[in-house]
């Protein structure tokens, strides 16, 4: 039944000291081949440099004091990084799919 099934353990392991890598890896294909991902990022990109503060605040030092517009862009600027996280986590899960689905079939699971 192919490979002994113990190697899964190393696999885990070495996947685990990989992640740092395997997630930079995606976070950069996204940011070269998915058109929403790109979108979302050159808005932060764009409110974050129209509103210096907001990296201020991003930072954690320091009191702020916020205008209205300020507050909005911060608040848009949040949401668009929550947004582009959750496109990150949905490449992240279903690159474990594939990686899954490949391992199985190396070691003759399937």
Same mark, same amino acid.
């Given at each position: 039944?192919?490979?002994?099934? $113990?190697?899964?353990?190393?696999?885990?392991?070495?996947?685990?000291?990989?992640?740092?890598?395997?997630?930079?890896?995606?976070?950069?294909?996204?940011?070269?081949?998915?058109?929403?991902?790109?979108?979302?990022?050159?808005?932060?990109?764009?409110?974050?440099?129209?509103?210096?503060?907001?990296?201020?605040?991003?930072?954690?030092?320091?009191?702020?004091?916020?205008?209205?517009?300020?507050?909005?862009?911060?608040?848009?600027?949040?949401?668009?990084?929550?947004?582009?996280?959750?496109?990150?986590?949905?490449?992240?899960?279903?690159? $474990?799919?594939?990686?899954?689905?490949?391992?199985?079939?190396?070691? $003759?699971?399937?």
């Amino acid at each position: 039944m192919g490979e002994n099934h $113990g190697d899964y353990y190393d696999l885990a392991q070495r996947i685990e000291d990989a992640f740092a890598e395997i997630d930079s890896d995606i976070v950069s294909n996204m940011s070269e081949e998915n058109e929403a991902y790109i979108a979302l990022y050159d808005e932060a990109k764009q409110i974050k440099a129209s509103y210096p503060i907001i990296g201020d605040a991003m930072d954690g030092s320091g009191a702020l004091s916020l205008t209205a517009d300020e507050h909005k862009a911060l608040v848009q600027h949040i949401s668009l990084t929550q947004q582009m996280e959750d496109i990150e986590r949905q490449a992240i899960y279903f690159r $474990g799919h594939t990686d899954c689905f490949a391992y199985l079939k190396k070691i $003759g699971v399937i």
